[in-house]
């Protein structure tokens, strides 16, 4: 199955800072790399994605870069907000069935 | 519908009771996943449906899971003769089609299991 690991485990960071979350895998078939937001007893949302054959996703002050060769794909936010507070995963889907997320980034953004 | 419907939102339950957790996906998606989260984890898989067919449930803990989509719609999640490592936020989300494409979360029931 696919190893996934996120870092920082958790974030702090002033509101308008830029905040950079790290997802690597094990799995070198994945092809699809979700990111989702999670608030505080809410539901996970989906955020933004990328696919294998495309480096990099941007929309408005969200971004994703995507590595490969080495492995790991990264969550770009810039000019932070409070807003932003939340638990972020990284799901990483290989080709089995399903998603595997990982153990989640606690993102705060300070005023 | 809107979105991924989920009932009932907090269920708690006595050691040993059987509980029935249901799901009503976006109207029109083929996929439904099911996933346990314990607190302070992501979510982690249980099981997965491709319309009424029952295609994965490698994640299921034990045979006390049981989950079934009859009609390719609304979902169940069975577990019986509960137990307090039961305790967790069981989420439903759906799909157009595969784990490849964007799942949609519902809010999720929250279990405790005394």
């Known amino acids: 199955g696919e190893n996934v690991e996120q870092h920082p485990s958790t974030l702090s960071v002033q509101e308008g800072d830029s905040a950079v979350i790290k997802c690597t895998y094990s799995?070198?078939?994945?092809?699809?790399f979700p990111w989702y937001k999670q608030e505080l007893g809410k539901r996970p949302q989906l955020i933004i994605d990328i696919r294998s054959n495309v480096g990099e996703k941007k929309d408005q002050r969200i971004a994703v870069t995507l590595n490969k060769t080495a492995k790991h794909f990264s969550l770009h936010i810039t000019e932070t907000q409070p807003e932003d507070s939340a638990v972020y995963f990284c799901a990483p889907f290989s080709g089995y069935s399903t998603l595997t997320f990982g153990k989640g980034t606690m993102l705060l953004v300070s005023p | 519908g809107a979105g991924v419907s989920q009932s009932p939102r907090y269920k708690v339950a006595k050691r040993g009771q059987d509980v029935a957790l249901r799901c009503d996906p976006i109207s029109g998606h083929v996929s439904l996943f099911w996933y346990q989260q314990a607190l302070g984890q992501g979510p982690e898989f249980l099981t997965y449906?491709?319309?009424?067919?029952?295609?994965?449930k490698s994640g299921l803990p034990s045979d006390r899971f049981f989950a079934e989509r009859p009609e390719g719609s609304v979902s169940t999640l069975k577990i019986q003769r509960t137990q307090q490592e039961d305790s967790a936020v069981y989420l439903c989300?759906?799909?157009?089609?595969?784990?490849?494409?964007?799942?949609?979360f519902g809010d999720g029931t929250r279990l405790s299991i005394l």
């Open positions: 799995d070198s078939a994945s092809n699809y």
């Open positions: 989300a759906s799909s157009s089609l595969g784990a490849s494409e964007p799942q949609h």
């Open positions: 449906f491709q319309n009424e067919a029952q295609l994965d």
